[in-house]
Each structure stands twice: as C-alpha cells, then as structure tokens.
C-alpha cells in the first residue's frame, strides 16, 4: 500500500480553470503538507496542517485554498489558473521531523 | 531562521567512484538535517538524518553524511558509485517547531559507465 498517495499524477487544463489534487496518508500522522517544486526543482512549502488546523500558510497566493476533511486528507485547490502554477506539487505527511512524500502531480496550465 | 547551501548544482563521476555531495547550513540553534532523493519523475525518498545523536549518519543505499558543526556542514558521501544512484539530491534542515523542512536548490548527481 502507498503510505502517501495523491491523485491526479498528471494535470492538464487550461488557464482560468478551477482543479483540484487530493491526498491521502494511511501512516496515521498528524501532520501533512503540500509543496510546490518549479521547473529548476527548488522544493517551497506551501500550507501544513496539524491535525485539521492551518499551522503553517506560506505567501501563496489566495487562489490556492488547502482543505483537510480529515488527518489523513489535505487535499490542494486552485482557482483560476495561471500560466504561473505550472508546476510538480507534492503531498507530504510526518510524524515528528520526518516526512514521507508523494510521487507528485505535474500540473501543465496552457 | 536556518538556510542550507548546496554547494554543487551538478555533479558527474564514474561509476564504481566515490561521490560527495556538499551541503553547509546556517541555524540559529541544533538543527536537525537531512537529505532526501528524488528520482525521476518520483517523489522524495528519506536518505537519512540527523538528529542531535550519532554525528555519522548511515542512510540506505551505502550513503552517510557527517555532521561537522564546527564547519557547518552535512556532506552526503558513498564510497562507490552505482548507476541507480542518478538522480537529484536535497539537502534540508529542520524550522523552529520542527513541521517546517527547508530544502537547499538540490545537487544532480550523473552516474557515468
């Protein structure tokens, strides 16, 4: 079983659309995270959440709204997308200091 | 706050050579570090960390990194390189209440037949 699994793999669409990318963790951890990593690989966080709560929400731009209907969800919604968002994101969860990713979505905003 | 620099954008051996992979960080205070991989088109794989214990670290695939506090540093090394070892390479400390991971810009490692 994947300990961190996020769905689509890969996104397509066009700009102004609205998409989302869900995540799920069955490690039973506390904290997940979502990050974005641009086309020079840097890695940046975007939003951590602890238990259902927002501990962490990075300058993104409010088009990005993260949702946790529960711990083992954290699921990334984006509003009218920009040629800008294109994009690997990647869902993490931990324990602790240690985190466990997912294998990434690649989104394509034409 | 804490910041880490990997010196090394790129780098190439030849298979069967050893490989360093350099990273200096910068903390307020202990840190703890880590380095993760990332193979192509695949997420990231803990290599190994460091937690205030041990200042040599073993990780998976023969790789270990020492923490030098007196120089800043945690290198990533493997005495023999393998083809499976291409991939990019992150260097990461820890933020103040441990959620927040700061990643250095990732080192490319080309594994040469």
């Known amino acids: 079983d994947t300990a961190v699994s996020q769905t689509p793999k890969y996104l397509v669409t066009q700009m102004g659309n609205d998409k989302s990318i869900k995540c799920e963790q069955n490690?039973?951890?506390?904290?997940m995270y979502w990050y974005k990593q641009d086309s020079k690989k840097f890695l940046k966080i975007m939003f951590s959440?602890?238990?259902?709560?927002?501990?962490i929400n990075e300058t993104v731009p409010n088009r990005f709204s993260p949702k946790s209907p529960d711990k083992a969800h954290l699921n990334l919604h984006i509003n009218s997308l920009e040629l800008g968002d294109s994009a690997v994101y990647f869902c993490?969860?931990?324990?602790?200091?240690?985190?466990?990713f997912g294998a990434g979505t690649r989104l394509s905003v034409l | 706050a804490q910041s880490v620099t990997q010196l090394d954008s790129h780098v190439s051996v030849s298979e069967g050579t050893p490989v360093l992979l350099r990273c200096n960080y910068s903390?307020?205070?202990?840190?703890?570090l880590f380095w993760y991989v990332q193979h192509p088109n695949k997420g990231l794989q803990l290599l190994l960390k460091?937690?205030?214990?041990?200042?040599l670290v073993k990780g998976i695939n023969g790789f270990e990194a020492e923490f030098k506090k007196s120089e800043t540093s945690f290198h990533l090394t493997k005495p023999s390189a393998h083809m499976s070892d291409a991939a990019e390479y992150f260097c990461?400390?820890?933020?103040?209440?441990?959620?927040?991971?700061?990643f250095g810009k990732g080192t490319k490692l080309s594994v040469i037949p």
């Open positions: 993490a969860s931990s324990q602790v200091n240690i985190q466990y």
């Open positions: 490690l039973g951890h506390d904290t």
């Open positions: 959440y602890n238990n259902k709560e927002l501990i």
């Open positions: 903390s307020s205070y202990s840190p703890s």
């Open positions: 460091y937690t205030s214990a041990a200042t």
């Open positions: 990461v400390i820890t933020g103040a209440g441990s959620y927040q991971l700061t």
